[in-house]
């Protein structure tokens, strides 16, 4: 991209990060995508070109570096890139305490359920398979059913029915599920006036399980839900 002509550090860091993007993708790299499908995930909405177009932009630029490891490629930060994780922290408090409406399109289930995945705190859930069943009841049927399933030690989601036992069903709508995970509502604050609703033996714990994802941990020590 052009330059802006400016001496001012300023100026010659935003040379670097201001393309549409590419600040999401040190965001997604930062909460730990290295592979390109990852990092996808991260960004739905991106073009496969695109994004591939920003990171090797990123790796000229000396945010990132590129790997082949047998036949996979990966990526991961310089120095350089990890000391931005400061920028991307104040950037989303900075956010959360201006800009915080959410409009319609700003909702999107495949990134919200994505997020859950990668900060569910797994060692707090039973050391047996253990699945959550989420309805939104405001999406297109497509996109409404969604499962989490933690099992090993390790946390899936899915979007077609695994066929496991249900320990915890949820209704509730994607706005909500959004608002809680950026921790807007809290869980109890969301049964208890019964915009979520919890079957099973074990809905008391959905708090402890979810957790409180990093924009919530914000949010809480900005004083907000």
């Known amino acids: 991209m052009p330059g802006y002509g400016q001496f001012c550090p300023v100026a010659k860091a935003m ?48 945010v990132l570096t590129r790997t082949v490891e047998r036949t996979q490629v990966g990526y991961d930060l310089t120095p350089a890139g990890r000391e931005l994780v400061g920028v991307v922290n104040d950037l989303a408090a900075w956010g959360m305490r201006w800009i915080g409406e959410l409009g319609d399109d700003d909702l999107d289930p495949h990134l919200l359920m994505w997020d859950i995945r990668r900060t569910i705190p797994v060692d707090k859930w039973p050391r047996v398979r253990t699945t959550v069943a989420i309805r939104f009841l405001d999406v297109a049927p497509a996109e409404r059913h969604w499962w989490v399933v933690v099992a090993s030690g390790e946390a899936d989601i899915c979007d077609v029915d695994p066929g496991y036992q249900v320990d915890v069903d949820v209704q509730t709508t994607l706005r909500v599920l959004t608002r809680i995970w950026r921790g807007e509502l809290s869980w109890v604050h969301a049964i208890g006036h019964g915009s979520v609703v919890a079957d099973g033996p074990a809905r008391r714990e959905l708090p402890t399980w979810f957790g409180d994802s990093r924009i919530a941990q914000q949010m809480h020590a900005l004083g907000g839900a």
Request: charge should be positive.
């Open 15 to 62: 040379e670097v990060l201001d393309e549409r993007w590419t600040i999401l993708i040190v965001r997604e790299m930062l909460l730990g995508s290295r592979h390109f499908n990852e990092l996808r995930r991260g960004v739905p909405r991106m073009s496969p070109a695109l994004l591939s177009k920003r990171l090797k932009s990123l790796e000229r630029s000396g």
